[in-house]
C-alpha cells in the first residue's frame, strides 16, 4: 500500500478549520485507497482556502508535536505580556 499526502490551495483568509476522517475505501481500480485524515482550512464565508489530505501516520505526527508547539506558543505570550508589565511599571 502505498500512503499519499497532498496539498490543494487557494489564496485568502483562514477563520475555521474543519477536520474529517476518511476511512479506508475500495477504488475502481485493485486497490484499496488507505484511510486518511482531510483538513480544510475555511475562510469567512466557509469556502475552503486549503484542502489538505494527510495519511495517518502523518496525522500521528502531527498530533505529537502540537502539545510541544502550544507550550512554547503559550511561554512566549506570557513572556510578552510579563516584558510588557514591567515596562510600564518603570515608564
Known amino acids: 500500500m502505498i500512503a499519499v499526502s497532498y496539498i490543494n490551495m487557494n489564496s ?3 477563520t475555521s478549520v474543519l477536520v474529517d476522517y476518511l ?3 475500495p477504488r475502481e481500480i485493485t486497490r484499496v485507497g488507505p484511510a486518511s485524515a482531510r483538513l480544510r482550512l475555511l ?13 495517518t501516520d ?5 498530533a505529537e508535536s502540537l502539545p510541544d508547539l502550544l ?5 512566549e505570550a506570557r513572556a510578552v505580556k510579563e516584558q510588557a ?3 510600564a511599571e518603570v515608564g
Open 12 to 14: 485568502g483568509q483562514i
Open 23 to 25: 476511512p479506508a475505501t
Open 43 to 55: 475562510d469567512n464565508d466557509g469556502s475552503p482556502i486549503a484542502t489538505v489530505f494527510l495519511d
Open 58 to 62: 502523518i496525522v500521528r505526527q502531527l
Open 71 to 75: 507550550m512554547t506558543h503559550d511561554a
Open 85 to 87: 508589565a514591567a515596562i
